[in-house]
């Protein structure tokens, strides 16, 4: 897990659209069922519920919230998506992110990432509907512009400081080797472009500069095209694809990179479905489904484990957690959907799953982690939970004949349940000590961020 950043609220809108005739044969990597477990489990209707004391990192307000991040000091960033007002929850409380000094008054702000050091990067209008990439120094300071003047968003934020900057057709990194830069200082380099590419993306940022993205090819409209990069600041090397026909026309996005280099992401296959991946040092391991015929990864951390979601046999939608060559289903509250999106080096998963159905609230109008509509197939439930998951290797007994056994996993699902004058919640973001960030709603408008203590409890 490189930061904890929301790994896969920004692409909600290639989530589900595979969810009709998901029926099919398991694919590479695996499938393991879970070892039985003492009390109700992964798709028993298990849960605490409310396992942890949920705290407003956002405060008053109406409409849709994105929560942007989660630093390791607890620090929560995000903004409300109509009106754009940008906050900052730090130290027990809710500060607001102000526009550039001498903006007028009510200027919207857009929130993408914070760092270990309470630092936060966004975007803010600029001329001519474009907008210019900014950090905001601390909470309640004034946004401070960076980067090249009205080049874009910024997209993510790594500790050192540097700013992954893109205007959807380059992309480049404003650098800083202490504190935030600016556009009067550091240096600011332009990603590479894929040869042929018409557009160019960045999607995430580590600490050692490394860069992931993906370019589109094609003309007007949907892209013919699209594959996933890694830049370590002098090279530029292509994913490459699930599918390995050259006269193909290959569908490769990008979720999550760690420290180490690995990146996970989602590739179209031979047969037409969309596995996910985990790429590392040229190879491209096609991490396989929970039955069903599409997977998408979320995250991965230091030790090379993945999460995210997958179609299962039955047409539900379960969420993943892949270590070494072995899926494992981590199961639903109740109901058919569940899905993980960050996982920490301690093996706690973050999420949501489908819970008892609640008359006040329709899933499906607003996504319940922030931002856009969800897309045509999203489950009928009524409410959704956040979650977190634990999933520990258990004991086995040696293989007759010697080797080495196949691996076996326990899963632990806590409910973190749904705060008072809420209906549903979701977890979007993680950070290394387990503290959980994500949002609750309230009927079809009211949304807050909230962050739930369970590696402190």
Request: proline fraction near 9%; charge should be negative; include cysteine.
């Amino acid at each position: 897990m490189r930061s904890a950043r929301p790994p896969w609220t920004r692409r909600r809108a290639a989530v589900l659209v595979l969810l009709a005739g998901l029926v099919g044969p398991l694919a590479v990597g695996g499938c393991a069922d879970l070892p039985p477990k003492p009390g109700p489990g992964p798709g028993e209707g298990g849960g605490t519920g409310g396992a942890a004391t949920a705290i407003d990192a956002s405060g008053d307000g109406d409409g849709p919230v994105t929560v942007a991040g989660l630093s390791d000091d607890g620090d929560v960033a995000g903004y409300r998506v109509e009106g754009g007002r940008g906050f900052l929850f730090a130290d027990g409380t809710v500060h607001e992110l102000p526009p550039v000094a001498g903006s007028p008054s009510g200027t919207p702000v857009m929130v993408a990432a914070v760092n270990a050091g309470g630092q936060v990067a966004g975007a803010v209008p600029a001329e001519q509907g474009r907008y210019q990439p900014v950090v905001w120094p601390g909470p309640g300071a004034p946004a401070i512009p960076v980067g090249p003047t009205a080049s874009g968003t910024s997209k993510d934020l790594n500790d050192r400081g540097d700013v992954l900057i893109d205007d959807g057709t380059t992309v480049v990194v404003a650098t800083a080797a202490a504190g935030p830069v600016t556009a009067a200082s550091g240096i600011v380099v332009r990603v590479p472009a894929l040869p042929g590419a018409t557009k160019q993306y960045g999607q995430a940022i580590n600490n050692e500069g490394l860069v992931i993205g993906w370019a589109e090819y094609g003309g007007a409209g949907r892209p013919s095209a699209a594959r996933s990069y890694l830049w370590d600041g002098a090279r530029l090397t292509d994913l490459g694809s699930l599918d390995p026909r050259p006269d193909t026309a290959a569908f490769v996005r990008p979720a999550a990179l760690n420290e180490r280099g690995q990146v996970v992401g989602s590739s179209l296959t031979p047969s037409g479905d969309t596995h996910a991946f985990l790429w590392e040092d040229g190879r491209m391991t096609d991490l396989g489904t929970l039955g069903g015929r599409s997977s998408f990864a979320t995250d991965v951390n230091e030790h090379g484990q993945v999460v995210g979601y997958s179609a299962t046999a039955t047409e539900e939608v379960h969420a993943f957690f892949w270590d070494q060559g072995t899926m494992i289903d981590l199961g639903v509250l109740a109901g058919d959907h569940s899905e993980a999106g960050a996982i920490n080096d301690a093996g706690q998963i973050a999420g949501f799953s489908t819970a008892a159905t609640s008359p006040t609230t329709t899933i499906g109008a607003t996504n319940p982690t922030g931002g856009e509509p969800s897309p045509p197939g999203t489950p009928a439930a009524t409410t959704t939970h956040a979650v977190v998951w634990k999933a520990t290797r258990a004991l086995t007994s040696p293989v007759p004949g010697g080797g080495d056994p196949p691996p076996a996993w326990g899963v632990e699902l806590t409910d973190l349940g749904v705060p008072p004058g809420f209906d549903a919640s979701a977890a979007s973001a993680l950070n290394s000590r387990g503290d959980v960030a994500g949002t609750a709603t309230a009927g079809d408008r009211d949304a807050h961020a909230f962050v739930w203590a369970v590696g402190r409890r």
